[in-house]
């Protein structure tokens, strides 16, 4: 069930993050809801633990959702500044 919760919420982080950085346009859907779900992963697993929050498999809280959006924009961060170096 725990990967479900993940698939689930991180499609769901990956797109408000896309949003967010103004990327939504410019890359698919499947693009930011990969980044989003490996962008939760990242947050829950090594950003949590730092801040105290829990990771989404514990529950869905505010907290668990902040830092899972937190990673999956650091991630959407990084996926552009690769993209914008590779077209030059």
Do not use: D
Request: hydrophobic share 60%.
């Amino acid at each position: 069930m725990g990967i479900v919760i993940w698939l689930v919420m991180g499609g769901l982080v990956g797109w408000i993050a896309s949003m967010i950085m103004g990327t939504n346009a410019q890359q698919g859907i499947i693009l930011n809801v990969v980044v989003g779900i490996v962008g939760a992963l990242i947050g829950g697993w090594l950003i949590g633990p730092m801040l105290g929050a829990g990771s989404i498999n514990e529950g869905i809280t505010i907290m668990s959702f902040i830092v899972s959006l937190i990673g999956a924009i650091i991630l959407l961060a990084l996926v552009n500044l690769f993209q914008r170096r590779t077209k030059h």
